[in-house]
């Protein structure tokens, strides 16, 4: 009797135990959800943004590598959906807006499934913006209001700060400030990921057991795919990135040094924990 009573005080614990943890990963992601961390100049503390964003800004800087872009480019579409969406594919907004930049079906942005496809919107809005003379040198915010032609024609200036460190991590000119923190549920889709590096000019992928290497391109590139790497690395599964001197790693908030600094075989991206 003794050992029966025993035996179920054990499994009752062990019930509550798995019932607690479980309730426990329910609860602390949202009280204390992940986010990707983004050093901004004049700032003293990093912008904390969402891995959602995360990944549609690294769309929206890999359609300006397909584009053939410079940067400027980048910043103006990423200040851009920064005001209209939040950097979020929206399904809804005024009157028949939609995605990334709230665009128009019946303005002839596109059909609405077209619309809510970040790589079709991205480069929808990069079709505009070059119709514009000088627009390369044009104030952020006006050049975002040229081509959105908001009835509030100042505010993307707020978002100007951020979209250049954003647009400057993930082209590569910013190297080490983008870092995205993963400890949930830390998904195996590596489409997404795959499509942005292809876009980075001079980089090749090459997979191998549990891995797979960024290689050629000069240093700017290699930093660009290494932080479009972070900014998908929750819905890819990634465990670990090295580059040069510098490491990252699913619970880290920043780029650290490594420890063991590879010579100059590229960007190595591991899948695995070994």
Known sequence: MRRLTLVLVIALVAALGVAGWQGWRWLVPRIDPDRCYLMVEGRDEPLRITHEQAVNSSIIVAESFNKGLPEQAAIVALATAWQESGLRNLDHGDRDSLGLFQQRPSYGWGTEAQLQDPWYSSGRFYEEIVKFDNWETTDVNDMAQKVQRSGHPEAYRKHEANARALAGALRGTRPGTLACQ?????????????????????????????????????????????????????????????????????????????????????????????
């Open 182 to 274: 993963v400890r949930w549920e830390a998904g195996a889709d590596t489409a997404t990921l795959f499509k942005v590096l292809q876009a980075v000019p001079g980089v090749t992928v090459e997979h191998s057991s549990g891995q797979f290497v960024v290689k050629d391109g000069d240093s700017t590139a290699r930093w660009a795919a290494a932080q479009l790497t972070v900014a998908n690395a929750p819905g890819a599964g990634i465990k670990r990135i090295t580059h040069e001197d510098k490491e990252w790693r699913p619970d880290a908030r920043a780029w650290s040094n490594n420890r063991m600094p590879l010579d100059d075989s590229g960007v190595v991206v591991a899948l695995t924990d070994e």
